[in-house]
């Protein structure tokens, strides 16, 4: 996990390495762009007359291709764009390893404190609920664990040293960011409170009506004796009326 924390948070100067070598590359056709053509122009005058004798200009070639440009400065992409590759691979592999790892002590260690609990527990907890957990529940925290880890630091990395380099290069317009990065701080977090909110509401309205369908599903011929599938169809459709 480590080696993939620090793989992740290593893509970002790899990030901010792509836009220096960015920039070289567009100083340096600007550069080929202005130097292509230099021009001089001399005049000569007689020491005894204020008219021009003669007048030319004098044009010194000396264009560069772009295509040399360009090809000077796409070895640095090359390089940059393998690193990048070989650290994003090291610190997805690096966490999907330790959540696969994470969830299965998990679900052991669940499933045995299910198993030591008293037959008095089971009244309380429907069958269909623990299968949730086991399962469900558990694939959604190896989700949240194994690709959501790097690329959240990754992203970090990346924003913290595209800063860093633009307040290098230009800190002016780089203040001119910061000051609306609070708001968006302030919008990131609502999202996240909103989201936590209606994963928990998810999370146990599918627990409930796993346990609902197991119930009915086990008990088909009393609910069907009794005509009671339309009142099992509201009971697990209000469960989902979020």
């Known amino acids: 996990m ?32 202005n130097n292509s053509m230099k021009m001089t122009d ?9 008219e ?11 264009i560069i291709s772009p295509y040399n440009v360009i090809q000077s400065m796409s070895k640095n992409y090359i390089i940059i764009g393998c690193i990048s590759i070989f650290l994003y691979w090291v610190a997805w592999a690096s966490w999907m390893i330790a959540a696969e790892r994470q969830i299965r ?18 009244d309380v907890h429907s069958i269909g609920e623990l299968n949730n957990h086991l399962n469900d529940d558990l694939d959604k925290v190896k989700n949240g664990i194994n690709e959501k880890v790097p690329g ?4 970090v990395s990346r924003s913290i040293c595209v800063l860093i380099y633009g307040l290098i290069i230009g800190w002016k317009l780089s203040l001119v960011f910061l000051s609306v990065l609070p708001l968006i701080i ?5 999202t996240i409170i909103i989201i936590v909110k209606y994963s928990i509401k998810e ?5 409930l009506a796993s346990s609902i369908a197991e119930e009915t599903l086990g008990n088909i011929q009393a609910v069907t004796s009794f005509h009671g599938q339309e009142k099992e169809e509201e009971r697990f459709v209000l469960l989902f009326d979020l």
């Open 42 to 50: 001399t005049n000569q005058y007689p020491a005894d007359s204020n």
């Open 186 to 190: 302030l919008v990131y977090k609502i």
């Open 2 to 33: 480590i080696i993939g924390i620090i793989a992740a948070s290593a893509t970002g100067v790899a990030y901010a390495a792509m836009f220096y070598f960015n920039r070289q590359l567009l100083d340096n056709l600007v550069f080929t762009s």
């Open 203 to 207: 999370i146990e309205a599918y627990s």
């Open 152 to 155: 959240f630091v990754s992203l």
């Open 52 to 62: 021009c004798q003669s007048t030319y200009s004098s044009y010194e070639h000396n």
């Open 105 to 122: 002590r998990i679900r052991y260690k669940l499933f045995r404190n299910i198993l030591s609990q008293g037959i008095g527990w089971f």
